[in-house]
C-alpha cells in the first residue's frame, strides 16, 4: 500500500525520466565534478547504470537486510569522493572543495529522484491527489534517512519539496559549465547500435521534460521536430503501456518483491528482465 512502490511498480516513467534526473543532477557543479573525477561511466556507462538502479531498486523492493547492506555500500563510495570545483561554477568558486556524502549535495541528488518519478508518473499514468503526493514525500524520507540525510533537513511537506526544486531550477548553485555538457553527450553516446534508438528516444524526452533554463545550459535543442518526437513518443509509451498486460508493463523488481512475500521465486520472464537489467538473477537471494 506505499506509494513507493505505486510510483516505482510502473516501468515507464521510471525508465522515460531517468535522463532528467540524471542531467538535473549534472547541473550542479559538485555532481559534475565528482563524477567527471571518480566515477568510470565515461568508459562503463552501462554498468553504471546497473549499479545505480540495482542500489535504488534494492531500497525501494529489498528486504530489510539487503537495503541496510545497500545503503552502507553507497554511503561508504561516497565517502572516498572528495575534491576541488575546478572551474568557477556558478555560486561555486574554483578551489572549493566538495564531497559526495555532504548533505546539501545528497539533498539535491535526492530530490531529481523523487520529483522525476512524481512528475513522469503524472504525464504517463495519471495525477496523483494531493493527499497520495503528501504520503509519497513521507516516504521518500525514509529514503534519504537510508543515506544519512536527518528529516530536521529536508522541506517539510511536498508542497515545500516542490517549492526547493523550483528555486534550485533558478538558482545559480545549478550551472552547467564544458564538463557537464561532455558528460550529457557521453551519457547520450551509443556505445552499440543496440543502443542507437533508446537513447535518442531517451534524449528527445530528456530535452521536452527539463526545466527550460537548464535544458538550453545544456544546449539540447527544442524546436518543432524535437516536440512532434516527443509528442509521438509519448503517444505510443501510452499506448503501449493500456495494451500490455501488468506481468509485462510493470518493473520487474516489483514482480520479484511481490513474489518473495507470497513466499514465491519471480516467474521466468521477470526473472531474465532482471539479469537483463542487473546482470544478477535476481535482486534479493
Known amino acids: 500500500d506505499s506509494m513507493m512502490w505505486k ?3 510502473a516501468g515507464m516513467p521510471g525508465a522515460f525520466g531517468a535522463g532528467r534526473a540524471l542531467l538535473l543532477q549534472l547541473a550542479h557543479p559538485w555532481v559534475t565534478a565528482s563524477i567527471d573525477e571518480h566515477s568510470v561511466v565515461r568508459d562503463d556507462p552501462l554498468g553504471r547504470a546497473r549499479r545505480t538502479f540495482q542500489h535504488v531498486g534494492t531500497m525501494v523492493f529489498g528486504s530489510m537486510p539487503q537495503v541496510m547492506t545497500s545503503a552502507n555500500q553507497v ?3 561516497h ?9 568557477d561554477s556558478g555560486a561555486f568558486q574554483r578551489g572549493s572543495e566538495y564531497r559526495a556524502n555532504e548533505v546539501a549535495a545528497m539533498i539535491w541528488v535526492h530530490a531529481t529522484l523523487w520529483e522525476t518519478l512524481a512528475y513522469m508518473y ?3 499514468e495519471g495525477e496523483l491527489t494531493q493527499e497520495e503526493k503528501d504520503q509519497f514525500y513521507e516516504e521518500t524520507k525514509l529514503f534519504a534517512m537510508l543515506f544519512g540525510v536527518p528529516e530536521q533537513a529536508l522541506p517539510g511537506d511536498w508542497n515545500a519539496f516542490m517549492e526547493y526544486n523550483r528555486a534550485m531550477w533558478a538558482s545559480h548553485q545549478l550551472t552547467v559549465e564544458e564538463n557537464g555538457i561532455r558528460l550529457k553527450e557521453d551519457l547520450f553516446d551509443p556505445r552499440s547500435v543496440w543502443m542507437i534508438f533508446p537513447l ?9 521534460n527539463l526545466p527550460p533554463r537548464i535544458r538550453d545550459e545544456f544546449e539540447m535543442k527544442y524546436g518543432w521536430w524535437q516536440k ?8 505510443g509509451a501510452t499506448v503501449a503501456q493500456w495494451m500490455l498486460p501488468k506481468s509485462l508493463e510493470r518493473n520487474p523488481l ?7 512475500l507470497e513466499g514465491k521465486r519471480v516467474g521466468t520472464y521477470n526473472q531474465f528482465l532482471i539479469e537483463a537489467l542487473l546482470d544478477k538473477e535476481r535482486l534479493v537471494n
Open 7 to 9: 510510483l516505482s511498480r
Open 75 to 77: 554511503r561508504d563510495i
Open 79 to 87: 565517502e572516498e569522493i572528495e575534491g576541488e570545483v575546478p572551474m
Open 122 to 124: 503524472e504525464k504517463m
Open 200 to 208: 535518442w528516444v531517451q534524449e528527445q524526452v530528456t530535452a521536452a
Open 228 to 235: 512532434f518526437n516527443n509528442a509521438w513518443i509519448m503517444s
Open 254 to 260: 516489483y514482480h520479484e518483491a511481490n513474489a518473495r
